[in-house]
């Protein structure tokens, strides 16, 4: 056997539910009695199509032959390459729980899928400690957390290391959505495995951008930080593998990956990192010093969102695209605007390396102060871009908005008001609301 046979006979092992689901019941996670360990025999198969969408067919692994879809399935779906095996993007790439009673109780209050309006499924855990563990893992890559760790990095710690996360972050996570919609591999299948969290799960799996947000921003951290301020080289050797493992393992667990997707979602994040971090500094005083950099800015992340909408059809990872590159894009400009200003100006380089200030009553008192008041504001900013975009765009484009849902489908909808709103809420983070602090005296 070939060096390449080998290689695929590995990859396809990797890629195999059944271990994902083995790791499931090795951290006390398993399917109600109810619902059956196998798949369903034809006759079921046929009679749950027209309800499933059909999932269980369009789940082969990557290589099986592609067929023909049944009428009906192609709702909000992008038909996935010929011979590759993809489920079409926009529909479950595994069933939610069965139907019928089930005695074991709901594992979780993760959100539901946007798309399909589909919970997690009904699940025995007998392991909580695990659970909310790795529930935390999850979080680290969702929106809740990146709201508040850019910010906090920006307002309290250091701004120069906050604009430079997101400038990988939104590098690694934009390649990652993309190289998804490439390829599109589905989901880990549903029997065996039990799906604890559904609100990705209309997107595809390979390669795991949460294994890949998880890689990137510790390591990023430790390299923009470290000789920059004044701490043990041990702290970051301890919280890159905590932080990646946690994360990574963590979508194993909620069945939302394979380990395949994990360790490709790894490698591709080093590759990315090695390749493009010595540019993150050339990027960062672009963004701050050059002229026209807003114009180039937001030119170039429109255009790389209006190129990862062709990519294929809607579904939650078009929107979240256009979130991170409307992001970058805002705090980018913001910082630009915060430079020239003079309102946020960069310690010299004759001050490094920084010592860590004496934590005080006022020094954290005016970090929470600043959270709290920030975080205000950038709520209120994305909420009143949201309640003006969706509309407009749907006024501009001649799109019905009696059901936001069914509107946001559409590119013309959604990537204006993903890209505009979050725009706006990463101007504010680096320029509205540090303008504020200076005003009122705890910048």
């Known amino acids: 056997m070939s060096l390449r046979q080998r290689l695929a006979q590995l990859a396809g092992c990797l890629q195999e539910p059944q271990k994902v689901a083995r790791f499931q019941r090795l951290c006390g996670v398993e399917a109600p009695p109810s619902r059956p360990a196998a798949g369903p025999s034809a006759a079921e198969e046929e009679a749950e199509a027209p309800l499933a969408g059909d999932a269980r067919r369009r789940e082969?692994?990557?290589?099986?032959?592609?067929?023909?879809?049944?009428?009906?399935?192609?709702?909000?779906?992008?038909?996935?390459?010929?011979?590759?095996?993809?489920?079409?993007?926009?529909?479950?790439?595994?069933?939610?729980?069965?139907?019928?009673?089930?005695?074991?109780?709901?594992?979780?209050?993760?959100?539901?899928?946007?798309?399909?309006?589909?919970?997690?499924?009904?699940?025995?855990?007998?392991?909580?400690?695990?659970?909310?563990?790795?529930?935390?893992?999850?979080?680290?890559?969702?929106?809740?957390?990146?709201?508040?760790?850019?910010?906090?990095?920006?307002?309290?710690?250091?701004?120069?290391?906050?604009?430079?996360?997101?400038?990988?972050?939104?590098?690694?996570?934009?390649?990652?959505?993309?190289?998804?919609d490439i390829i599109r591999w589905p989901r880990p299948a549903s029997p065996p495995v039990v799906k604890l969290e559904v609100f990705y799960n209309s997107e595809y799996s390979m390669p795991s951008t949460h294994a890949m947000s998880g890689t990137a921003i510790p390591i990023a951290m430790v390299l923009?930080?470290?000789?920059?301020?004044?701490?043990?080289?041990?702290?970051?050797?301890?919280?890159?593998?905590?932080?990646?493992?946690?994360?990574?393992?963590?979508?194993?667990?909620?069945?939302?990956?394979?380990?395949?997707?994990?360790?490709?979602?790894?490698?591709?994040?080093?590759?990315?990192?090695?390749?493009?971090?010595?540019?993150?500094?050339?990027?960062?005083?672009?963004?701050?010093?050059?002229?026209?950099?807003?114009?180039?800015?937001?030119?170039?992340?429109?255009?790389?969102?209006?190129?990862?909408?062709?990519?294929?059809?809607?579904?939650?990872?078009?929107?979240?695209?256009?979130?991170?590159?409307?992001?970058?894009?805002?705090?980018?400009?913001?910082?630009?605007?915060?430079?020239?200003?003079?309102?946020?100006?960069?310690p010299s380089l004759d001050m490094?390396?920084?010592?860590?200030?004496?934590?005080?009553?006022?020094?954290?008192?005016?970090?929470?102060?600043?959270i709290l008041i920030g975080m205000v504001f950038v709520l209120i900013v994305r909420d009143i871009m949201k309640r003006i975009t969706i509309p407009l765009a749907c006024k501009v484009f001649s799109i019905p908005c009696d059901d936001v849902r069914n509107a946001r489908q559409h590119m013309e909808v959604e990537l204006p008001y993903r890209y505009i709103t979050y725009g706006m809420v990463g101007f504010s983070i680096t320029f509205l609301i540090p303008y504020i602090f200076s005003f009122i005296g705890i910048s």
């Open 224 to 346: 923009l930080t470290y000789g920059r301020w004044q701490y043990p080289l041990i702290y970051g050797l301890i919280l890159v593998p905590c932080w990646c493992s946690l994360v990574c393992l963590s979508r194993i667990y909620m069945g939302m990956h394979s380990i395949l997707d994990i360790i490709a979602g790894f490698l591709y994040t080093i590759l990315i990192l090695v390749v493009f971090y010595p540019f993150v500094d050339l990027i960062d005083n672009f963004n701050q010093t050059h002229r026209y950099a807003p114009l180039f800015i937001i030119g170039l992340h429109l255009a790389l969102g209006i190129f990862s909408f062709t990519l294929d059809t809607w579904s939650t990872s078009r929107g979240d695209t256009a979130e991170i590159l409307g992001s970058g894009a805002g705090i980018a400009c913001g910082s630009h605007v915060t430079y020239n200003m003079g309102l946020m100006l960069d």
């Open 352 to 370: 490094l390396p920084l010592a860590t200030p004496p934590i005080t009553v006022t020094l954290f008192g005016k970090a929470i102060l600043r």
């Open 60 to 180: 082969r692994q990557p290589g099986a032959p592609g067929g023909p879809q049944p009428p009906g399935s192609d709702r909000n779906q992008c038909p996935a390459k010929p011979g590759d095996g993809g489920a079409p993007n926009g529909v479950r790439n595994a069933l939610a729980s069965e139907l019928g009673p089930a005695p074991a109780r709901r594992a979780a209050g993760l959100r539901r899928n946007s798309l399909t309006g589909e919970e997690g499924e009904l699940a025995h855990v007998s392991n909580w400690p695990l659970y909310y563990l790795f529930c935390l893992g999850t979080e680290l890559g969702n929106e809740l957390f990146y709201i508040l760790f850019f910010p906090f990095w920006i307002w309290n710690l250091d701004a120069l290391v906050g604009r430079r996360l997101v400038v990988i972050w939104v590098l690694v996570m934009y390649l990652g959505q993309c190289t998804k």
